[in-house]
């Protein structure tokens, strides 16, 4: 599904806009690469903006261009709230809905201002007054590419905005190896390294970043790992003393889930972590093929995504979210073996 309604937002966007970019809570690569990126293009424009997220971001991603001047908004509340208070455009980028913004979502939905949406997420809402929306692209910051290149076709790209956009694409992509990865997609890489994105600086920053507490928590992760071969499913767990007994930090469970899909056989993989301070388990859904985690985690856990990654959350506790999981699972056998 596609919807672009962004061709006349360029005539109200000039040096005297006041703009905000917000990505979703819990920012990956794709949120904070799309929106970094957007801010340094704006930039170029001599547009001035904000950068706001919900909250904080992983360690691995501190490396990105701009990202010391991103305000959190629950750390520094007041201030995002002075920011978006005074703009007048509001770019919202890699989220389909205000929800995905936790408690900012509440305060966004009572600005009276202009709103643009650039996403790759089903089923977006219609809070936005420009849209660039194509669930069928691996990535936001591709849609972020094609929105710049093509009404700013004369501005070139510096290698921040480049890096920017090649660490999203790259991280949605998982490295450019699943489905969605297309030949358009390896050709606005191929423009992104031309314009001085540095790729293998970028993936050794992203991923040979490790500390050796995230390695063992790994350790921890595969040691939980349990597989139901009759359902073609494999899942993880990580309570919360599992956390605090490998030093857990933001960020280090991201990627934990596809150990469960590498397995030989397996179409459905799962990763539930528990977190006390929220009292909630936080799920994250991947598949390969037809199995659709989008409508699965929509269904049963009040989340959503795309169809071959998915995330939710549970309020039960880490073992009662199990059992009702594999009691779900099992009403999903025709669709999975
Ligand atoms: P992850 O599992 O990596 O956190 O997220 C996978 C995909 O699902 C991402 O596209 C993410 O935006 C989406 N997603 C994750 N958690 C939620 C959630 O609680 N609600 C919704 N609607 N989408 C989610
Ligand atoms: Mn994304």
Same mark, same amino acid.
Request: proline share 6%; aromatic share 10%; glycine share 14%.
């Given at each position: 599904m596609r919807k672009n309604t962004?061709?006349?937002l360029k005539s109200q966007l000039d040096s005297n806009s006041n703009v905000c970019i917000i990505g979703h809570k819990n920012p990956d690569g794709d949120a904070l690469g799309s929106t970094l990126g957007l801010s340094l293009f704006l930039k170029e424009l001599g547009i001035s903006s904000q950068v706001i997220m919900p909250n904080g971001f992983p360690d691995f991603l501190k490396?990105?261009?701009?990202?010391?001047k991103v305000l959190c908004y629950d750390t520094d509340k007041e201030e995002c709230e002075k920011q978006l208070n005074d703009s007048d455009v509001i770019f919202t980028l890699?989220?389909?809905?205000?929800?995905?913004?936790?408690?900012l979502g509440d305060f966004l939905v009572k600005l009276d201002t202009t709103f643009v949406m650039i996403d790759h997420h089903q089923?977006?809402?219609?809070?936005?007054?420009y849209m660039l929306s +194509? @669930?069928?692209?691996?990535?936001t910051c591709e849609l972020v590419y094609e929105y710049i290149t093509t009404d700013y076709s004369e501005k070139r790209l510096t290698a921040e905005i480049a890096s920017c956009l090649y660490t999203g694409i790259m991280t949605d992509t998982g490295s450019f190896r699943f489905?969605?990865?297309?030949s358009k997609t390896h050709r606005i890489i191929a423009d992104l390294i031309d314009a001085g994105a540095n790729n293998s600086q970028i993936h050794q920053n992203t991923?040979?970043?490790?500390?050796?507490s995230r390695l063992h928590l790994l350790g921890k992760a595969l040691q939980n790992l349990k597989v139901l071969e009759n359902l073609s499913t494999a899942y993880i767990y990580l309570s919360q003393e599992d956390l605090n007994q490998n030093g857990f930090k933001k960020? +280090? @469970?991201?990627?934990?889930v596809n150990y469960a899909l590498s397995?030989?056989?397996?179409k459905f993989a799962v990763i539930f972590i528990e977190h006390k301070a929220e009292n909630i388990i936080k799920i994250s859904f991947r598949s390969i093929g037809n199995f659709d985690v989008n409508t699965f985690a929509r269904t049963h856990y009040n989340g959503g995504g795309h169809k071959n990654a998915a995330g939710g959350k549970s309020d039960l506790d880490l073992n009662s979210t199990l059992v009702e999981f594999e009691n779900i699972l099992n009403t999903y056998k025709e669709e999975l073996i």
């Open positions: 962004i061709s006349g490396w990105l261009p701009g990202i010391d890699d989220f389909n809905h205000l929800g995905r913004t936790g408690d089923e977006p809402a219609d809070y936005a007054s +194509d @669930t069928s692209i691996a990535s489905p969605s990865t297309t991923f040979d970043n490790n500390a050796v960020g +280090d @469970t991201e990627g934990f397995l030989k056989g397996i």
